[in-house]
């Protein structure tokens, strides 16, 4: 490779990584990733049956997970 080649290749990653960097002090800076009100809101209007159901969903999976499992573990084939 040419060297003025490399020379603007140093350049141009040199400036586009100021600028992310630029960008997420400017995000950290202005709250830009403070999101506290909608995880608190979130907690707070979850009701008990939401939960519940998010429970049974996590053990649903669960199930199919461990019966895929035993499947395997018993040389289960699908027909071609």
């Known amino acids: 490779m040419d060297n003025w080649l490399v ?3 140093l ?3 040199t400036l586009l990584g100021a600028l ?3 960008a997420l002090l400017w995000g950290l800076r202005t709250g830009q ?3 506290t009100k909608k995880f608190l809101d979130g907690a707070h209007l979850d009701s008990e049956e939401a939960l519940h ?3 049974d969903m996590e053990n649903r999976k ?3 997970l ?3 499992e035993e499947k395997k573990e018993n040389g ?3 027909p071609d």
């Open 76 to 78: 289960y084939r699908p």
């Open 11 to 13: 350049g141009a990653s």
């Open 53 to 55: 159901d998010a429970i």
């Open 33 to 35: 990733f403070d999101d």
């Open 7 to 9: 020379v603007m290749m």
């Open 62 to 64: 669960k199930e199919i």
């Open 20 to 22: 992310g960097l630029w």
């Open 66 to 68: 461990k019966k895929r």
